[in-house]
C-alpha cells in the first residue's frame, strides 16, 4: 500500500519561514518524480516545485522563484519543501505527489495536504 504523508504546515507570519516535509512509503521512492502543488480556496490546484529523481534536476512556478526550495533525501523517503519570505497569497492546501511514468503507464500517488496559513 502506498502512502504519502505530508507535515509541517501551520500558521505564519507574513515574511517567515515553514519547512514542509513528505514521506512516501510503499513505492520505491527514488524512481519517482516528486512535485508539490497547493489549492487555494475557490482556485485550482497549481504546481509549486517539481524535483526529479535526483536533486540535480528541479523546477519552480515563476511567483515561488527564489524563495521556495524543493530536495529531496531518497535514504529517508523524503521531499522537503523550504518555504521562505511567505505572502499572504501563499495561504493553501499543499500537497504532495509522487509520479512516474513507466511505458504507457502512469503512476500518481497523493498525499492528504497539509495547511499553510500566512496571516499576521
Known amino acids: 500500500q502506498v502512502q504519502v504523508v505530508e507535515s509541517g504546515g501551520g500558521l505564519v507570519q507574513p515574511g517567515g519561514s515553514l519547512r514542509l516535509s513528505c514521506v512516501v512509503s510503499g513505492v520505491t521512492f527514488s524512481s519517482y518524480g516528486m512535485n508539490w502543488y497547493r489549492q487555494a480556496p475557490g482556485k485550482e490546484r497549481e504546481l509549486v516545485a517539481s524535483i526529479m529523481r535526483t536533486d540535480s534536476d528541479t523546477n519552480y512556478a515563476d511567483s515561488m522563484k527564489g524563495r521556495f526550495t524543493i530536495s529531496r533525501d531518497n535514504a529517508k523517503n523524503t521531499v522537503y519543501l523550504q518555504m521562505n519570505n511567505l505572502k499572504l497569497e501563499d495561504t493553501a492546501m499543499y500537497y504532495c505527489?509522487?509520479?512516474?511514468?513507466?511505458?504507457?503507464?502512469?503512476?500518481?500517488?497523493w498525499g492528504q495536504g497539509t495547511q499553510v496559513t500566512v496571516s499576521s
Open positions: 505527489n509522487a509520479a512516474r511514468n513507466l511505458g504507457r503507464l502512469e503512476f500518481n500517488y
